[in-house]
């Protein structure tokens, strides 16, 4: 494989919208989350669906866009 591009959320912060994969507390967290705005918490957050409740952007210690996912060798 290829190195991974894993982008420190204290640094940078991803497009808004675009889908990434999180980094929490040292694990890849299960899900691809967009970065987008909560008209209830009045904030930007982390949202992986309609559902599961949003992440506040400290939450996740690191980030990489889902179109960055490095290919296997030889694909």
Same mark, same amino acid.
């Given at each position: 494989?290829? &190195? *991974? +591009?894993?982008?420190? *959320?204290?640094? /940078? !912060?991803? +497009?808004? $919208? ?5 980094? #929490?507390? &040292? /694990?890849? !967290?299960? $899900?691809?989350?967009?970065?987008? @705005?909560? #008209?209830?918490? &009045? /904030?930007?957050? @982390?949202? !992986?669906? %309609?559902?599961?409740? =949003?992440? =506040?952007?400290?939450?996740? %210690?690191? @980030?990489?866009? !889902?179109? %960055?996912? =490095?290919?296997? +060798? $030889?694909?």
């Amino acid at each position: 494989m290829q &190195g *991974t +591009e894993w982008n420190n *959320t204290n640094m /940078e !912060l991803p +497009e808004d $919208g675009e889908p990434v994969l999180l980094i #929490s507390d &040292g /694990e890849i !967290l299960a $899900g691809i989350y967009r970065l987008e @705005w909560n #008209s209830v918490e &009045g /904030e930007m957050q @982390w949202f !992986l669906d %309609d559902v599961v409740a =949003p992440l =506040p952007i400290p939450d996740a %210690d690191y @980030w990489m866009y !889902l179109r %960055d996912l =490095p290919m296997p +060798e $030889g694909e």
